[in-house]
């Protein structure tokens, strides 16, 4: 087999069909970087749990394993800020994980945020800064 299925005279290549699990705030800790490698979409209001809508990605850890991460208005937009609206420049980039003790819905809860790092210039780069 070519990893392939024959549907119809078609051939399909074979993907996953759910999506990789989501980032949890159990998982997460202050100080450790996550690296984008899905693209960035918003999700519209009505297929979120919130009524509002949201940005989510796929995030790499450092352990190699995925997430989905449906972000914060706060984080998506730092996001946004640093890495641009293209959906393409957001994939390779990196982010610094912040948990936070945050009242949510009249509840204290963690919230996990995110802080976009800075890339460096290729002279920043060559010179080791």
Known sequence: MNGHIVAGGVNLALRKLS????????EM???????VVGKPIIVPAEQTKWG????????????GETRTWTMNNTTWD??????????????GRKLTIDVQMMSVRGETKKVIFGAPVAQKTPAQQFSGF
């Open 19 to 26: 999506q990789d699990p989501y980032l949890s705030v159990d």
């Open 29 to 35: 800790q202050s100080g450790v970087e996550v690296t």
């Open 52 to 63: 509002k809508a949201r940005g989510r990605v796929v995030v790499k850890l450092a352990n």
């Open 78 to 91: 730092r996001c946004v800020d640093a890495f641009g609206s293209n959906p393409e420049g957001w994939l």
